[in-house]
């Protein structure tokens, strides 16, 4: 391969959007959006609610198609329904309730071969058990490995997912509110080993989030999603598009306090 | 505005008696006044029958209405520990069995059938186009009106007793085990395809495990409906049984048999629920906990 082509292998995107649109009947949720990620960014995704953030989230796991424009992973059209290329952390219901937190993981070591059922005997069983403990004890879940899920916190949960989700070795990463739902203290903790994560694994990461300052915290690229055009007789004529592409940094306090006001306005009524 | 009586008390003079009542709806009994309030209408009922069956023996002691529990007891012992004059079996333990294995290979054959048909279509949106309509078709159908039917086409023996069992029960579980299926979050679904899972796989390692649980439940709630088949089916045509014999002692207005055989089969459907609680609590801790 001659240096030209290296360098251009290296500086084709992940993902890359190209003129995508998405609409339910004659309500716009997503407009002309042109936007291209390379690999080990860690883009977080703000708005509103309803400004298609998830939407967004979605076309790129495969649960949701575009209705214009197309979506290239590794520059390739991104398939039409969710597969191992693509890892996903919910906000809840993200592991199997019936297995324990060490059947969970290997159930990823399962679900990679083909076959039936995805059980694994003698050899791949092992080898499986070793990189699935592995995994759980850089999430710190080594010491809940025969606990079943309903017997762990909201954020061992998460972490279980988390581990979950990386053994499948997916190109991207999607979080979906991941840590939503936890207290404050715990959230912290969850960062941490969210970012310690994907340095050492070198990630690429999508993750949608309602809290700024955790988008900012967290990402080398921020996402603002709301609407560019507004027609006042017909709400749903437009839809959001990215208003912002920030890059983690570079934001001094006066853009960061515009955001938060257009994110959260403070209602005339109580102010 | 002067002060009330109760104002005026010094405040150690209160007792938990001043406290204003609870709301009924508030008021939970504790675990002995449960059981009183539980036992109470079964003493009620016996206190009753013996009091009614007393009264109608004193005006005609051979009476077989309402006999005495010592005429109760009497029956059932000529059932129960003496060989028959006839064939020599013991009639009681012999119906028990008959009934029980005709239940048993029905209930088997319905929850079987009704695991995959609503595993399936809960799973599979094309499957469920495909069966969800006749499914429903066939639910609607009185089983009971299609006892002549079926002992038409199979006959007086075993075969169409435990098919009527079966066919009356399947469609209750295939469409309730089709929606738990369906219930299952979507999230776990395609949690599993990102982590590589084909259709087969998700079926058997995601959703088959957990509709278990389901499918014993299920299984509690039609076996009443059940039992109904099978004692319809031995009353119109058998040889033994326990509905079987309810219905022929019936000509002879035998009621101290009819009593303990009803009792009887009411313990044996408390005491089959009860096992299978048991079942889904040892095999499934996780079940009750809720998919979270």
Same mark, same amino acid.
């Given at each position: 391969?001659?240096?030209? *082509? ?6 084709? +995107? ?40 998830? @939407? ?51 159930? @990823? ?6 076959? &039936? ?10 080898? *499986? ?6 995994? %759980? ?29 990386? %053994?499948?070795?997916?190109?991207? %990463?999607?979080?979906?509110? +991941?840590?939503?739902?936890?207290? +404050? ?9 969210? &970012? ?6 070198? &990630?690429?990461?999508?993750?949608? @989030? ?22 006042? *007789? ?38 | ?7 005026? !008390? ?26 009183? #309030? ?19 023996? $004193? ?115 295939? !469409? ?35 509709? #278990? ?36 002692? !019936? ?36 079940? $009750?906990?809720?998919?979270?």
């Amino acid at each position: 391969m001659t240096l030209e *082509a290296i360098q251009s292998v290296a500086d084709t +995107p992940i993902i890359k959007i190209n003129n995508v649109w998405k609409q339910y009947g004659d309500t716009v949720v997503l407009e002309r959006l042109n936007i291209s990620v390379k690999k080990g960014e860690f883009v977080t995704l703000v708005g509103t609610s309803g400004c298609g953030k998830s @939407t967004f989230l979605n076309m790129l796991l495969g649960t949701v198609q575009p209705s214009k424009g197309e979506i290239f992973l590794n520059g390739k059209m991104i398939p039409e329904e969710p597969n191992s290329d693509r890892g996903i952390v919910f906000q809840q219901y993200s592991v199997f309730p019936h297995m324990t937190v060490l059947e969970n993981v290997m159930a @990823t070591k399962g679900f990679e071969q083909s076959g &039936l059922t995805g059980y694994l005997f003698g050899a791949r069983r092992k080898n *499986a058990k070793q990189q699935a403990t592995q995994i %759980l004890d850089q999430v710190g879940l080594v010491d809940a490995l025969n606990k079943h899920p309903h017997e762990l916190s909201g954020g061992m949960k998460q972490r279980l997912a988390i581990a979950q989700a990386l %053994l499948g070795r997916p190109r991207i %990463l999607l979080l979906d509110e +991941p840590f939503g739902a936890l207290d +404050p203290g715990i959230r912290a903790d969850m960062h941490e080993l969210v &970012l310690k994560l994907w340095r050492e694994l070198k &990630l690429t990461v999508f993750m949608v @989030t309602h809290d700024l300052k955790e988008g900012f915290y967290l990402g080398t690229r921020l996402w603002v999603f709301d609407k560019i055009r507004h027609d006042r *007789a017909a709400p749903n004529r437009y839809g959001a598009g990215i208003t912002y592409d920030l890059a983690a940094g570079q934001v001094n306090r006066s853009t960061y306090q515009k955001l938060d006001d257009e994110l959260r306005p403070v209602q005339e009524s109580y102010a | 505005m002067p002060l009330s009586e109760t104002d005026k !008390r010094p405040m150690s003079t209160f007792t938990s008696k001043d406290r204003p009542m609870k709301k009924l709806i508030n008021q939970v009994p504790n675990n002995s006044l449960k059981i009183v #309030l539980g036992v109470l209408p079964f003493a009620f009922l016996i206190i009753l029958y013996m009091v009614a069956s007393d009264a109608r023996l $004193e005006i005609n002691p051979s009476d077989k209405l309402l006999p005495s529990f010592s005429k109760i007891s009497d029956g059932l012992s000529r059932m129960a520990l003496e060989p028959s004059k006839r064939s020599g079996e013991y009639l009681f333990w012999q119906d028990t069995a008959s009934s029980l294995t005709r239940l048993g290979i029905g209930v088997s054959i319905a929850a079987a059938i009704g695991l995959v048909i609503g595993l399936i279509s809960g799973a599979v949106p094309l499957f469920a186009a495909w069966l969800s309509p006749l499914l429903t078709v066939v639910s609607l159908i009185p089983p009971l009106a299609l006892l002549p039917i079926l002992f038409i086409v199979f006959g007086l023996g075993e075969l169409s007793k435990v098919v009527l069992i079966a066919i009356g029960m399947t469609p209750f579980i295939g !469409r309730d085990i089709q929606r738990r299926t369906q219930e299952i979050p979507t999230e776990q679904l395609v949690k599993a395809q990102t982590l590589g899972a084909n259709t087969s796989q998700i079926i058997v390692r995601v959703l088959l495990p957990q509709i #278990l649980p389901k499918l014993i439940d299920a299984v509690r709630l039609s076996l009443g409906a059940g039992w109904l088949f099978l004692i319809a089916a031995e009353a119109v045509a058998s040889t033994d049984g326990l509905g079987y014999r309810i219905f022929l002692v !019936r000509r002879y207005m035998a009621m101290d048999v009819i009593l303990p055989y009803v009792a009887w089969i009411t313990l044996l459907a408390f005491l089959i629920d009860i096992a299978l609680r048991e079942l889904n609590r040892t095999f499934f801790p996780w079940h $009750e906990q809720g998919a979270k």
